[in-house]
């Protein structure tokens, strides 16, 4: 059964990936977040053994990026991995470490492997794992779209080029350098990528918002399905759906 005395309110807005209980049984959360229970927290966060958010753990800005991992050393302070450039508005590339409080540990600047127990070890261990991974999947993937409109007058069908650049910090641009680029990101093997309704216009058709796409990366191709999606053009509106598939090609 739920344990009620335990209350995050609201919860996190998005992922948590990482969490650990420190010996006073505060818990420390990682992952995608930006609040938690209504409370700015970008990615990292500590709660109070009844759930509620400990303000006393105070990281600033937080982590510019996602926090895939973390662990707490014997003397309370907090080792942190992930996709992160920034803790607080200060450079710590994937690794960090924070104080008590929150506050980065300028004491010691990254790389550092302070030998404290195991699950430190097993941190640091994995991070270059993830910085690989990461490294492996940049790229350039081009490929195809294939689409069907549907809309009160009619359906049509039809296929764009598509390119799928991926960052290191797996963010996505889709068709980089055009008039309407989009956006994604790669978590794991899974892609989300938004296509601009902006990419249909034609000469006196005008269409906005945006096509959402989930695909799966598997070796150097990615594939995966358009919508349904709804958008409107000169304010009818439509729906699509279809399929992509990009390939790897630097």
Known sequence: SVDTSFDPGTGANNFVETLAVQADGKVLLGGWFTSINGIAR??????????????????????SFIVETLAVQVDGKVLLGGWFTLINGITRNHIARLNTDGSVDTGSTPPVKPRVNADDDILLLVLPAIIAANNAITGT?????????????????????????????????????????????????????????????????????????????????????????????NGVTVSITGTFTCTKKN
């Open 141 to 233: 993937y081009s490929g195809t779209m294939r689409y069907t409109i549907t809309s009160p007058v009619g359906s049509k069908s039809g296929s764009n080029r598509i390119v799928i650049r991926v960052n290191n910090d797996r963010t996505i641009v889709v068709n980089p350098g055009t008039t309407y680029p989009g956006s994604g990101i790669i978590s794991g093997n899974s892609a989300t990528v938004f296509y601009p309704a902006k990419n249909f216009n034609s000469p006196g058709v005008n269409c906005s918002g945006t096509v959402e796409g989930q695909g799966t990366l598997s070796g150097n191709t990615i594939t995966g399905t358009l919508g349904p999606s709804t958008f409107s053009c």
């Open 42 to 63: 970008n990615r990292i966060a500590r709660l109070k053994t009844n759930g509620s958010v400990d303000t006393s753990f105070d990281p600033g800005t937080g982590a």
